[in-house]
């Protein structure tokens, strides 16, 4: 991990830079993928499958006698691990709704909003080298609370953990489909596949050129993601051991994840540093990590208040404040997809079981957008009623605001109520 000491606000930006693929290269790949599935849907699938994943597939889905049988493959550990994360996010996220209220703003005219579940949605579980199953309890879960009718569920991985969730959840159907060409059947519909309206979910380079691509036909999805990343802020309350293993626990996502550690002291770098590489000997996926940590920095900064700026202007993923007045800072943090307060709050509970959602903004996009929550899944209708006495007195203000604008049809529609 790369030292700066103390650096200027103007070269902030390029030490805060992420790793950045060719996205151009990339949506140039990805665009004859996502056309031959929408021109030729089951057929393109099976072709991508053997040319991609070496795998000859006739039935895409998965049948409900394989979610069946997954549970009986993992540890009763296991299972029950996960159905105390599923009891946590549930409760989080079922405490997200709200019912509609009628606003009245001003004598007989009333306004409301009210929730609706998005009808179909896909999700999208990476297999990769981790088989994330904690993401399809994350989607999964708000998904059926919202009220989704159709939650499709696409992963080229037959891990039983993500069978087993995907039953939990509630999932109406899975395929098992990856990469880029999933992203594609959920989003223009195949034989198999149904078409979604929005589609979620993280992935490698490919599928996230996917998604953005596919968005600009209109095809919602969740929000621009890429490489996992997480920002520590550490004073000499902290614990060097908690703060390598936090960093640790987002660079073994993959090489192209980065972690951060801001510091006002230079004794906790340096603690931080060497845990950093005590700990690295005893990980299985130690050479991912260690590829990461070589584009990851240290930070030292002069002040709290300078610390709390660069990580403004960082917008991390995670942010972990292992500082003596946690809460204190993280209220003057405006820019973060998830703020993990003090030393016993590692970001791994959050990625697994605490009951927020990990899907989260990365590559600075918290600076204007959310991670997952209730609300992703839902769309807000706003309602209006308006009795006679209310349209003659908002009527007129109508009027004449539309024929400022030259909108006479506009007017027209309130003035032959009010004859």
Same mark, same amino acid.
């Given at each position: 991990?790369?030292?700066?000491?103390?650096?200027?606000?103007?070269? /902030?930006?390029?030490?805060?830079?992420?790793?950045? #693929?060719?996205?151009?290269?990339?949506?140039?790949?990805?665009?004859?993928?996502?056309?031959?599935?929408?021109?030729?849907?089951?057929?393109? %699938?099976?072709?991508?499958?053997?040319?991609?994943?070496?795998?000859?597939?006739?039935?895409?889905?998965?049948?409900?006698?394989?979610?069946?049988?997954?549970?009986?493959?993992?540890?009763?550990?296991?299972?029950?691990?996960?159905?105390? !994360?599923?009891?946590?996010?549930?409760?989080?996220?079922?405490?997200?709704?709200?019912?509609?209220? $009628?606003?009245?703003?001003?004598?007989?005219? &009333?306004? /409301?909003?009210?929730?609706?579940? =998005?009808?179909?949605?896909?999700?999208?579980?990476?297999?990769?080298?981790?088989?994330?199953?904690?993401? +399809?309890?994350?989607?999964?879960?708000?998904?059926?609370?919202?009220?989704?009718?159709? =939650?499709?569920?696409?992963?080229?991985?037959?891990?039983?953990?993500?069978?087993?969730? @995907?039953?939990?959840?509630? +999932?109406?159907?899975?395929?098992?489909?990856?990469?880029?060409?999933?992203?594609?059947?959920?989003?223009?519909?195949?034989?198999?596949?149904?078409?979604?309206?929005?589609?979620? *979910?993280?992935?490698?380079?490919?599928?996230?050129?996917?998604? &953005?691509?596919?968005?600009?036909?209109?095809?919602?999805?969740?929000?621009?993601?890429?490489?996992?990343?997480?920002?520590?802020? !550490?004073?000499?309350?902290?614990?060097?051991?908690?703060? !390598?293993?936090?960093?640790?626990? &987002?660079?073994?996502?993959?090489?192209?994840?980065?972690?951060?550690?801001?510091?006002?002291?230079?004794?906790?770098?340096?603690?931080?540093?060497?845990?950093?590489?005590?700990?690295?000997?005893?990980?299985?996926?130690?050479?991912?990590?260690?590829?990461?940590?070589?584009?990851?920095?240290?930070? %030292?900064?002069?002040?709290?208040?300078?610390?709390?700026?660069?990580?403004?202007?960082?917008? @991390?993923?995670?942010?972990?404040?292992?500082?003596?007045?946690?809460?204190?800072?993280?209220?003057?943090?405006?820019? @973060?997809?998830?703020?993990?307060?003090?030393?016993?709050?590692?970001?791994?509970? *959050?990625?697994?079981?605490?009951?927020?959602?990990?899907?989260?903004?990365?590559?600075?996009?918290?600076?204007?957008?959310?991670? $997952?929550?209730?609300?992703?899944?839902?769309?807000?209708?706003?309602?209006?009623?308006?009795?006679?006495? *209310?349209?003659?007195?908002?009527?007129? #203000? +109508?009027?004449?605001?539309?024929?400022?604008?030259?909108?006479?049809?506009?007017?027209?529609?309130?003035?032959?109520?009010?004859?």
């Amino acid at each position: 991990m790369k030292l700066f000491d103390k650096p200027e606000k103007k070269d /902030w930006k390029t030490i805060l830079a992420r790793p950045t #693929a060719d996205i151009a290269e990339i949506e140039g790949r990805v665009q004859p993928i996502l056309d031959e599935v929408r021109k030729n849907g089951d057929e393109a %699938l099976r072709k991508f499958a053997l040319a991609f994943d070496n795998i000859l597939l006739n039935d895409f889905e998965v049948s409900s006698s394989d979610l069946d049988a997954a549970e009986a493959e993992l540890s009763d550990e296991l299972k029950d691990a996960i159905k105390l !994360a599923y009891a946590n996010v549930y409760k989080f996220h079922e405490a997200q709704k709200s019912e509609p209220e $009628v606003i009245e703003t001003m004598p007989g005219v &009333q306004c /409301w909003r009210k929730s609706v579940g =998005i009808e179909k949605v896909g999700i999208y579980i990476p297999g990769g080298t981790a088989p994330l199953f904690s993401t +399809v309890l994350m989607l999964g879960i708000p998904a059926k609370i919202a009220g989704c009718k159709e =939650i499709i569920l696409c992963s080229p991985s037959n891990h039983p953990a993500i069978l087993f969730a @995907a039953k939990l959840v509630g +999932v109406t159907k899975v395929f098992r489909i990856g990469g880029a060409q999933a992203v594609a059947a959920l989003a223009y519909g195949t034989e198999s596949v149904p078409q979604v309206s929005k589609i979620f *979910g993280p992935g490698n380079q490919y599928v996230t050129a996917a998604k &953005q691509l596919v968005s600009k036909e209109g095809v919602a999805i969740d929000m621009p993601a890429g490489p996992s990343e997480v920002a520590v802020f !550490a004073d000499d309350s902290a614990e060097p051991a908690f703060v !390598a293993a936090d960093l640790l626990s &987002q660079a073994e996502h993959g090489i192209d994840s980065q972690v951060i550690l801001v510091s006002t002291s230079v004794d906790m770098i340096t603690a931080v540093q060497k845990e950093v590489y005590l700990q690295l000997e005893d990980l299985p996926r130690k050479e991912l990590a260690a590829a990461s940590l070589e584009s990851s920095k240290c930070i %030292l900064v002069s002040s709290q208040e300078e610390a709390i700026d660069i990580l403004n202007e960082y917008a @991390a993923e995670h942010l972990i404040l292992a500082v003596e007045n946690a809460e204190e800072v993280g209220e003057k943090i405006v820019n @973060a997809g998830s703020i993990f307060l003090g030393n016993y709050t590692p970001e791994s509970c *959050g990625d697994y079981a605490s009951g927020t959602n990990h899907t989260l903004p990365t590559n600075g996009f918290a600076k204007a957008y959310s991670g $997952v929550s209730l609300d992703s899944f839902v769309k807000k209708i706003t309602f209006q009623k308006i009795t006679k006495e *209310g349209l003659e007195k908002l009527g007129p #203000a +109508v009027q004449i605001m539309a024929e400022a604008e030259s909108l006479q049809g506009h007017s027209n529609a309130v003035k032959v109520r009010l004859k």
